[in-house]
């Protein structure tokens, strides 16, 4: 019996040992499973946020450029079912109607990525992707692999303003140059003709967007995006920054530390000489070379490769994925002409100017003289409706005589026939120039002078407004002080100043704005060469020819204060959502 006992004990056993064994075999074969579950997953992650990135870069590139035909004056149109609308539906109809010739839709295709961008209105009572009534840039793209494409978010941009203006505080043209502490508040910069550069040097500060048509060089801050059409040349140091996104169609360059907060791309190389740091991606067409310390945060993508100048690992440079042989196309701003025809029945300043020398009386009293008002006997002067009117000091004179009188006339941005005061050369130094009465229009056909000396300078009246047409040279002085006058006044600008002065050369400025003069208003002189120096300052907006600003002079956004060829002016302001 203890025998057989025994050997039963002995089996038990080992059958007890192999179920041991199976179940450390089982638990074994269920971590390996479980780990490689987990390592799929954890590349499924990578690979999505890898696509998710390139997808949100391509779409933000895509939103810029319809951006560019927005401020040209693209039409916003409606979008048919558009609460259920996918990307493949979007994409459809932006494509029928680039194909149709609109200019309201876009696409762009660059390797295996899409992107269509439209800009749209959702009509009052419905929505787009949770979007009430409204006008909106709407971009989405995809990338295509196979049967399954990888969706990107939707990128939506609000539009807000009117099509009449340029929405920039400073469009030039041919250049625009801010030095020498020069401060632009709240707005941006924008160029027009091919080539045409923005170089910001000398402690300046810009408060929105650079786009440009040709190269940007900046030593300084600028708390918007970069759009450049040529190289991007970034020298500023630690105490400054670059708040957006940076696009080169050329080359960009990091001469210096200052960060960067956004994304950068360039169709050539993206080149790192200092220790500077990107926050969000690089992308670029030719190569990405580093030096010393510089850090990108995201990912890099790069044509050409990396090249690392100090031989250390790519680790050392970036905190994201790196890929070789793909990268984002960036595409330039669309070009403009400096004296769009965005006036009525398609005309543009010029040929509006003509119309209104040619309409206006030369035979009433003032139009074929220069007139001097703020000096001895006619200091205090009043515009009116009716025409310029002084009091006259001479002991026997003693009352108000008329200088210039009005005459009725077709007149740009206005919608029917208004009063004209028609001059010679027009200049207004010491004591008061008052505007009141209503809508007053000057048409100076020669120089134009304001705040020349002492005194309170231009004021207008509630409830008034005062538009200057000139064809020769203006300067605002010291005295022109407008800092309580309100930006718009019944839906038109309380003060604007249209030019056709034309500068032929670079070392003439045909628009000035120095001294201490502090102006509002909106200024459209797109043959003058523009300059705002020697602490002068302009709450409005500018276009020139080329635009200047510096000696500590401020420009300063104000919402509603564009010019252009609408009747109520107002420019485009973009908001992302």
Same mark, same amino acid.
């Given at each position: 019996?203890?025998?057989?006992?025994?050997?039963?004990?002995?089996?038990?056993?080992?059958?007890?040992?192999?179920?041991?064994?199976?179940?450390?075999?089982?638990?074994?074969?269920?971590?390996?499973?479980?780990?490689?579950?987990?390592?799929?997953?954890?590349?499924?992650?990578?690979?999505?946020?890898?696509?998710?990135?390139?997808?949100?870069?391509?779409?933000?590139?895509?939103?810029?450029?319809?951006?560019?035909?927005?401020?040209?004056?693209?039409?916003?149109?409606?979008?048919?079912?558009?609460?259920?609308?996918?990307?493949?539906?979007?994409?459809?109809?932006?494509?029928?109607?680039?194909?149709?010739?609109?200019?309201?839709?876009?696409?762009?295709?660059?390797?295996?990525?899409?992107?269509?961008?439209?800009?749209?209105?959702?009509?009052?009572?419905?929505?787009?992707?949770?979007?009430?009534?409204?006008?909106?840039?709407?971009?989405?793209?995809?990338?295509?692999?196979?049967?399954?494409?990888?969706?990107?978010?939707?990128?939506?941009?609000?539009?807000?303003?009117?099509?009449?203006?340029?929405?920039?505080?400073?469009?030039?043209?041919?250049?625009?140059?801010?030095?020498?502490?020069?401060?632009?508040?709240?707005?941006?910069?924008?160029?027009?003709?091919?080539?045409?550069?923005?170089?910001?040097?000398?402690?300046?500060?810009?408060?929105?967007?650079?786009?440009?048509?040709?190269?940007?060089?900046?030593?300084?801050?600028?708390?918007?995006?970069?759009?450049?059409?040529?190289?991007?040349?970034?020298?500023?140091?630690?105490?400054?920054?670059?708040?957006?996104?940076?696009? #080169?169609? %050329?080359? +960009? *360059? $990091?001469?210096?530390? !200052?960060?960067?907060? &956004? =994304? /950068? @791309? #360039?169709? %050539?190389? +993206? *080149? $790192?000489?200092?220790? !500077?740091?990107?926050? &969000? =991606? /690089? @992308?670029?067409? %030719?190569? +990405?070379? $580093?030096?010393?310390? !510089?850090?990108?945060? &995201? =990912? /890099?993508?790069?044509?050409?490769?990396?090249?690392?100048?100090?031989? !250390?690992?790519?680790?050392?440079? /970036?905190?994201?994925?790196?890929?070789?042989?793909?990268?984002?196309?960036?595409?330039?701003?669309?070009?403009?002409?400096?004296?769009?025809?965005?006036?009525?029945?398609?005309?543009?300043?010029?040929?509006?100017?003509?119309?209104?020398?040619?309409?206006?009386?030369?035979?009433?009293?003032?139009?074929?003289?220069?007139?001097?008002?703020?000096?001895?006997?006619?200091?205090?002067?009043?515009?009116?409706?009716?025409?310029?009117?002084?009091?006259?000091?001479?002991?026997?004179?003693?009352?108000?005589?008329?200088?210039?009188?009005?005459?009725?006339?077709?007149?740009?941005?206005?919608?029917?026939?208004?009063?004209?005061?028609?001059?010679?050369?027009?200049?207004?130094?010491?004591?008061?120039?008052?505007?009141?009465?209503?809508?007053?229009?000057?048409?100076?056909?020669?120089?134009?002078?304001?705040?020349?000396?002492?005194?309170?300078?231009?004021?207008?009246?509630?409830?008034?407004?005062?538009?200057?047409?000139?064809?020769?040279?203006?300067?605002?002085?010291?005295?022109?002080?407008?800092?309580?006058?309100?930006?718009?006044?019944?839906?038109?600008?309380?003060?604007?100043?249209?030019?056709?002065?034309?500068?032929?050369?670079?070392?003439?400025?045909?628009?000035?704005?120095?001294?201490?003069?502090?102006?509002?208003?909106?200024?459209?002189?797109?043959?003058?060469?523009?300059?705002?120096?020697?602490?002068?300052?302009?709450?409005?907006?500018?276009?020139?020819?080329?635009?200047?600003?510096?000696?500590?002079?401020?420009?300063?956004?104000?919402?509603?204060?564009?010019?252009?060829?609408?009747?109520?002016?107002?420019?485009?302001?973009?908001?992302?959502?």
């Amino acid at each position: 019996m203890q025998k057989g006992y025994g050997r039963l004990a002995m089996k038990r056993q080992g059958g007890a040992a192999l179920i041991v064994v199976l179940g450390i075999v089982a638990i074994s074969t269920m971590i390996g499973l479980a780990s490689m579950q987990s390592s799929q997953i954890d590349e499924k992650m990578a690979g999505n946020y890898k696509l998710s990135t390139r997808t949100a870069l391509f779409t933000e590139r895509t939103a810029m450029s319809l951006a560019s035909e927005v401020r040209a004056g693209a039409s916003a149109i409606t979008l048919p079912s558009s609460i259920d609308m996918d990307q493949d539906g979007f994409q459809s109809f932006a494509a029928k109607t680039e194909n149709e010739g609109g200019k309201s839709c876009l696409i762009e295709a660059a390797d295996d990525m899409t992107a269509a961008a439209c800009y749209i209105e959702v009509p009052e009572g419905e929505e787009f992707q949770d979007r009430k009534a409204g006008n909106y840039i709407v971009a989405w793209s995809a990338i295509s692999r196979g049967s399954k494409p990888f969706v990107g978010q939707p990128l939506i941009i609000e539009v807000d303003g009117s099509m009449g203006g340029n929405d920039d505080v400073l469009s030039g043209c041919e250049e625009v140059t801010v030095s020498g502490g020069g401060k632009i508040l709240n707005g941006g910069i924008r160029t027009f003709r091919p080539g045409a550069g923005v170089r910001l040097s000398g402690g300046v500060s810009v408060g929105g967007d650079v786009t440009a048509l040709g190269p940007v060089y900046i030593d300084s801050s600028i708390a918007g995006n970069i759009l450049a059409d040529g190289d991007v040349t970034l020298n500023a140091g630690d105490s400054y920054g670059y708040g957006g996104s940076i696009a #080169a169609t %050329g080359s +960009v *360059i $990091f001469t210096n530390s !200052a960060p960067a907060q &956004g =994304n /950068v @791309s #360039a169709n %050539g190389d +993206v *080149i $790192f000489n200092s220790t !500077a740091t990107v926050a &969000g =991606n /690089v @992308s670029s067409g %030719g190569k +990405v070379v $580093f030096t010393n310390d !510089a850090f990108v945060y &995201g =990912n /890099v993508e790069s044509k050409s490769g990396i090249v690392n100048n100090s031989g !250390a690992g790519n680790e050392k440079y /970036v905190g994201g994925t790196v890929e070789t042989g793909s990268s984002q196309t960036v595409s330039a701003a669309s070009s403009g002409e400096c004296d769009p025809k965005s006036f009525a029945d398609g005309n543009n300043l010029a040929t509006e100017m003509a119309h209104l020398l040619a309409a206006v009386p030369t035979d009433t009293a003032g139009a074929n003289k220069d007139i001097t008002v703020g000096s001895y006997p006619t200091v205090n002067a009043s515009l009116t409706p009716e025409g310029l009117s002084a009091f006259d000091e001479t002991w026997n004179v003693q009352k108000d005589v008329t200088l210039a009188e009005a005459s009725t006339a077709v007149v740009p941005t206005f919608d029917k026939p208004v009063s004209v005061i028609r001059t010679k050369d027009f200049t207004q130094s010491n004591g008061e120039l008052n505007v009141s009465g209503g809508d007053v229009v000057l048409l100076v056909d020669g120089d134009l002078t304001l705040g020349a000396g002492g005194g309170k300078g231009l004021t207008i009246a509630p409830d008034s407004t005062l538009t200057i047409f000139v064809t020769g040279e203006t300067h605002i002085k010291s005295s022109t002080q407008m800092a309580d006058v309100p930006a718009t006044t019944n839906g038109r600008l309380t003060l604007s100043i249209y030019s056709t002065h034309a500068d032929s050369s670079s070392s003439s400025n045909g628009m000035l704005i120095d001294g201490s003069a502090q102006a509002l208003a909106g200024v459209y002189a797109p043959y003058a060469n523009v300059s705002v120096t020697a602490g002068g300052g302009l709450r409005g907006s500018v276009r020139g020819k080329t635009v200047t600003v510096d000696g500590g002079a401020s420009i300063e956004h104000v919402k509603g204060l564009a010019v252009g060829g609408a009747t109520s002016g107002g420019g485009i302001s973009f908001t992302w959502l």
